[in-house]
Every structure is written in structure tokens, then in C-alpha cells.
């Protein structure tokens, strides 16, 4: 091989070296929405969980403070108890499956939420119980692909449009800012059928609790309610303690 040949050879094997590593480094920054979901996932779910959080509901003409305590196992049981302001406490919420009853202390009176009623406000606030209810994996109820890339409280993000699985889930399409360090979506859209937008969400702050990320401000807005939305604060939360089963029955509404 002459040398002039051979440089040529070198040239082009850098030259393909470089090539590859470009490729390479492409494919490594540009994930799948399947697995950018499947992380977020992983980050949010625990066995169990066990939190203590408020609602600020900005009303039209004032504001008002809701704080409760919740218990969740899996994707299937939550027991929620309002604590706070006096005239709410001892109300109740108990989730088994796709079922849902809320009981009321003022009226000694278990009433299950269905059909209609589970989009709902709960409390006035601009979550619904179809919301509250929400504790499935999102990747077992949607399809995702990656739309983009974005920054979110200084945070760089990928930018997912998720598409229902199937009809009977609450929102038939979603997009999702999700921070590419820690998996935490930051900023969400979510839409009807028709593509129109139903509720917004904006994180303020996220903390880490026992090496996840959680967020522990966050601002709901319901896009068909006037008002400035519904601010949701965890003040603290423990993930895979043990819950004791009778949490998760119809008698401990009444406890």
C-alpha cells in the first residue's frame, strides 16, 4: 500500500470512527417515549405510600385550605382522611380497584361515586375524584413518543405526547414535560377527545424523598373553571412502610 494510500485508508477510518460516535451519542441522547415513561413510572411508584398534604383552593372570592392524610397500596387501594378545616373533618375517601365511596361525618352517610359524578370537584377544589383516583402506571395506559425537548424551572426536559391505550381512561391525550435527570414531570397538559385542553399542571418545587424525586408543590388548574387553580403541597410522605389491611375496607370509614 502506497503512503498516499494509506493516509487515505486513516482518513476515511477516522472519518467513520467520528461517524459512528455521532450516531452513537444521537442514539444515547434521544430515548423512546416508551422508556422515558417507564423511568417516570419507577420514580413515582412505591408498594406503599403514606403522605400528608394540602390543597390551597383559590376560589373566585377567597381562598380556602383543605389538609388530609393518605394511605396507598399498589395501584388499587387508597384511603384518604380529611383533617382539616374542622367543619371537613372526618370525611373520607376509599379506593378499591375502579370503585370509589366517600364518606361524610355530618350526615353518617357512605355514598360510592360513580359514572358522572367521579369528574366531579372534589371539595371545591379543581381536581376531580376521577383525579384523586389516579394511581396507575402511566405506561399501562398510554402510548408516548417524544415531541421534543424543553426547559422547566431552569430544567431541561423532554417533551412527550401520550396517547390513550384505551377509551375508558380519564384524559384521551396528555403532554408531559418530564426533566431528563430525575424523571419528574414538571409541566402537564390534558386533553378530551376532541383536543380540547381539560387541566393544566405546574410544579413549583421537588424534593427527594428516600432517593426518589417527588413534587411537592404543585398548581392544578382546571381549563373549563374560572379561578387561579388549586395549589397542592405534600408536607411530608414515607414510601414502602407497612399499612395494616383493615385501612383498605368499607368499616374504616366509619372508625
Avoid at 384523586?132 to 423532554?158: F, N, P
Avoid at 426518589?212 to 392544578?220: Q, Y
Amino acid at each position: 500500500m502506497s503512503r498516499g494510500t494509506t493516509v487515505r485508508f486513516l482518513a476515511y477510518l477516522c472519518l467513520s470512527v467520528f461517524i459512528c460516535g455521532l450516531f452513537s451519542f444521537a442514539t444515547a441522547e434521544a430515548p423512546t417515549g416508551e422508556s422515558i415513561l417507564n423511568k417516570v413510572d419507577e420514580n413515582n411508584y412505591a408498594d406503599t405510600r403514606v403522605a400528608v398534604s394540602q390543597m390551597v383552593i383559590h376560589l373566585a372570592r377567597n381562598t380556602r385550605t383543605v389538609k388530609a392524610k393518605s394511605w396507598v397500596k399498589g395501584s388499587d387501594k387508597s384511603f384518604t382522611e380529611f383533617l382539616y378545616p374542622p367543619r371537613d373533618a372526618g370525611t373520607k375517601m376509599l379506593k378499591l380497584g375502579d370503585e370509589l365511596w366517600t364518606y361524610t361525618p355530618s350526615t353518617d352517610r357512605t355514598i360510592k361515586i360513580s359514572g358522572s359524578m367521579l369528574r366531579q370537584s372534589v371539595m371545591g377544589s379543581d381536581l376531580s375524584y376521577e383525579d384523586m383516583m389516579e394511581d396507575h402506571k402511566l405506561i399501562d395506559e398510554y402510548s408516548a413518543a417524544v415531541a421534543g425537548t424543553d426547559t422547566v424551572l431552569g430544567r431541561q426536559c423532554w417533551v412527550l405526547e401520550l396517547t390513550a391505550k384505551t377509551p375508558d381512561v380519564s384524559y384521551h391525550s396528555r403532554k408531559i414535560w418530564v426533566d431528563r435527570e430525575r424523571y419528574v414531570p414538571l409541566r402537564e397538559n390534558r386533553f378530551a377527545k376532541s383536543g380540547k385542553l381539560l387541566k393544566t399542571t405546574e410544579v413549583k418545587s421537588v424534593s427527594q424523598h428516600q432517593g426518589r424525586w417527588v413534587a411537592d408543590h404543585v398548581s392544578f388548574k382546571d381549563a373549563l373553571k374560572t379561578g387561579e387553580g388549586t395549589e397542592f403541597v405534600l408536607d411530608s410522605i414515607r414510601l414502602n412502610v407497612p399499612i395494616p389491611d383493615y385501612i383498605f375496607s368499607k368499616a374504616a370509614l366509619k372508625k
